[in-house]
């Protein structure tokens, strides 16, 4: 079984470009979560996605950021007009279904994009 | 909102001697999870061990273990006979149970250094 997927593992962009970091999950995993990871600081929480749903994005910068879940293909992370502050590892993340409506409670994480902006 | 503090920012342990790494966290919820996370140079995410808060029975998985002290939210991680490969970034993270924000909340990290 696959692990998660993330393409591209390294992005460069010039400032007011924009980056597409995607993600495909594990196989039978139908929750995403994406990640930030900031030098020398922890992961925090950006957007969590089922199929076509957006569940929570409590921790998406309000504008230039947004993502989706189609229900085809790979989750796609989206920031527009990147300036040097974005410049960070993103991390997707994916869990399989639980008993319940919601998902089990391990994420297993892909290896990161790490994006550098110009 | 829930916090995860790690205070150590960096520790460094001998090969083949035991560490401990601490963790603490806040939260007003009795039901959640915690997480440890290792991060290796390669950055790949890791998970090294998991704990869920319901049971009194301390984690372990081959030489790392956990202990937990629920009362005090304290969620340490004792890595025994440390080796080489142990050398990386660790990460305490915590969930809510089901029914809350599935999202993990990460401390800032514990980098260790295995010397030989």
């Known amino acids: 079984n696959a692990g998660v997927m993330q393409n591209p593992r390294h992005l460069v962009r010039r400032r007011g470009q924009e980056a597409r970091l995607r993600c495909s999950p594990m196989k039978g995993h139908s929750h995403v979560y994406w990640y930030r990871q900031l030098p020398e600081e922890g992961l925090k929480f950006m957007v969590y996605?089922?199929?076509?749903?957006?569940?929570?994005e409590s921790g998406m910068p309000k504008e230039r950021f947004s993502a989706e879940f189609p229900k085809e293909g790979p989750s796609i992370l989206r920031i527009q007009q990147v300036v040097r502050g974005d410049s960070a590892a993103y991390f997707c993340a994916s869990s399989p279904p639980g008993v319940t409506a919601g998902p089990q409670e391990t994420q297993y994480f892909g290896p990161g994009t790490r994006l550098l902006v110009l | 909102a829930q916090t995860v503090t790690q205070s150590q920012p960096e520790m460094s342990v001998q090969e083949a001697e035991t560490v401990t790494l601490s963790c603490t966290y806040d939260t007003s919820e009795s039901d959640y999870y915690l997480f440890w996370y290792k991060q290796p140079p390669s950055r790949q995410m890791i998970l090294v061990i998991r704990?869920?808060?319901?049971?009194?029975q301390n984690a372990t998985e081959n030489r790392f273990s956990v202990n937990f002290q629920k009362a005090a939210k304290s969620f340490s991680l004792k890595i025994s006979d440390s080796q080489l490969g142990d050398a990386a970034m660790y990460f305490c993270a915590y969930r809510e149970a089901q029914g809350g924000s599935e999202k993990l909340v990460f401390g800032k990290g514990t980098k260790l250094t295995v010397n030989p």
């Open positions: 996605l089922q199929k076509e749903n957006i569940i929570d």
């Open positions: 704990q869920e808060a319901y049971k009194q």
